[in-house]
Protein backbone atom coordinates (compact mmCIF):
# COMPACT_ATOMS: atom_id res chain seq x y z
CA UNK A 1 0.00 0.00 0.00
CA UNK A 2 1.64 3.70 -0.86
CA UNK A 3 1.32 6.66 0.93
CA UNK A 4 -1.26 8.14 -1.00
CA UNK A 5 -3.88 4.81 -0.74
CA UNK A 6 -3.36 4.83 2.82
CA UNK A 7 -4.07 8.56 3.26
CA UNK A 8 -7.17 7.64 0.82
CA UNK A 9 -8.17 5.32 3.60
CA UNK A 10 -7.68 7.02 6.52
CA UNK A 11 -9.61 10.16 4.87
CA UNK A 12 -12.19 7.73 4.03
CA UNK A 13 -12.09 6.33 7.99
CA UNK A 14 -12.52 9.69 9.36
CA UNK A 15 -15.34 10.76 7.04
CA UNK A 16 -17.32 7.66 8.49
CA UNK A 17 -16.40 8.61 12.04
CA UNK A 18 -17.54 12.26 11.67
CA UNK A 19 -20.94 10.71 10.11
CA UNK A 20 -21.78 8.23 12.83
CA UNK A 21 -20.95 10.56 15.46
CA UNK A 22 -23.09 13.35 14.17
CA UNK A 23 -25.41 10.93 13.29
CA UNK A 24 -25.71 9.93 17.08
CA UNK A 25 -25.68 13.38 18.32
CA UNK A 26 -28.60 14.29 16.30
CA UNK A 27 -30.68 11.40 16.72
CA UNK A 28 -30.39 11.43 20.34
CA UNK A 29 -31.03 15.15 20.45
CA UNK A 30 -33.44 16.10 23.68
CA UNK A 31 -36.41 18.79 23.26
CA UNK A 32 -35.61 22.06 24.79
CA UNK A 33 -35.48 22.26 28.69
CA UNK A 34 -35.46 18.37 29.03
CA UNK A 35 -32.40 16.35 29.88
CA UNK A 36 -30.00 14.34 27.60
CA UNK A 37 -30.35 10.34 27.00
CA UNK A 38 -25.91 10.81 27.08
CA UNK A 39 -24.02 11.92 29.88
CA UNK A 40 -22.20 14.80 30.32
CA UNK A 41 -18.60 12.93 29.81
CA UNK A 42 -19.96 11.28 27.00
CA UNK A 43 -20.90 14.89 25.31
CA UNK A 44 -17.87 15.83 26.06
CA UNK A 45 -15.81 12.93 24.53
CA UNK A 46 -17.57 12.71 21.65
CA UNK A 47 -16.71 16.83 20.86
CA UNK A 48 -12.93 15.65 21.47
CA UNK A 49 -13.07 13.30 19.17
CA UNK A 50 -14.89 15.63 16.32
CA UNK A 51 -12.09 18.13 17.23
CA UNK A 52 -9.45 15.30 16.70
CA UNK A 53 -10.80 14.17 13.65
CA UNK A 54 -10.89 17.68 12.26
CA UNK A 55 -7.63 18.52 13.14
CA UNK A 56 -6.56 15.63 11.22
CA UNK A 57 -8.95 16.02 8.03
CA UNK A 58 -7.13 19.61 7.98
CA UNK A 59 -3.53 17.90 8.24
CA UNK A 60 -4.19 15.39 5.55
CA UNK A 61 -5.67 18.62 3.39
CA UNK A 62 -1.86 20.28 4.04
CA UNK A 63 -0.26 17.93 3.19
CA UNK A 64 -1.84 17.64 0.01
CA UNK A 65 -0.40 19.98 -2.68
CA UNK A 66 -3.52 19.07 -4.77
CA UNK A 67 -5.76 20.35 -2.07
CA UNK A 68 -5.64 24.58 -2.99
CA UNK A 69 -3.57 26.08 -5.07
CA UNK A 70 -0.78 28.13 -3.65
CA UNK A 71 0.51 31.50 -4.67
CA UNK A 72 4.53 31.68 -5.38
CA UNK A 73 6.05 32.50 -2.02
CA UNK A 74 3.60 32.00 -0.23
CA UNK A 75 4.03 30.42 3.45
CA UNK A 76 2.90 27.31 5.02
CA UNK A 77 0.82 27.41 8.02
CA UNK A 78 2.99 26.26 10.80
CA UNK A 79 2.13 22.37 11.51
CA UNK A 80 -0.08 21.59 14.84
CA UNK A 81 1.39 18.62 17.36
CA UNK A 82 -0.18 15.76 17.83
CA UNK A 83 -1.50 14.85 21.15
CA UNK A 84 -2.55 11.71 22.09
CA UNK A 85 -6.66 11.51 23.45
CA UNK A 86 -5.76 9.56 26.76
CA UNK A 87 -3.49 13.14 27.25
CA UNK A 88 -6.55 15.13 26.49
CA UNK A 89 -8.37 13.28 28.97
CA UNK A 90 -6.36 13.20 31.51
CA UNK A 91 -6.12 17.06 31.79
CA UNK A 92 -9.89 16.82 31.23
CA UNK A 93 -10.19 15.08 34.34
CA UNK A 94 -7.50 16.86 36.68
Known amino acids: MTNTDSAQT???VLAAMRKVLTRIIRETASPPGT???LSKPCLEDMRQCLILIDSRQRELSEDDDTARPRYKGERQ????AEVPLADLL????N
Open 35 to 37: RHP
Open 10 to 12: ERR
Open 90 to 93: KRRN
Open 77 to 80: AARS
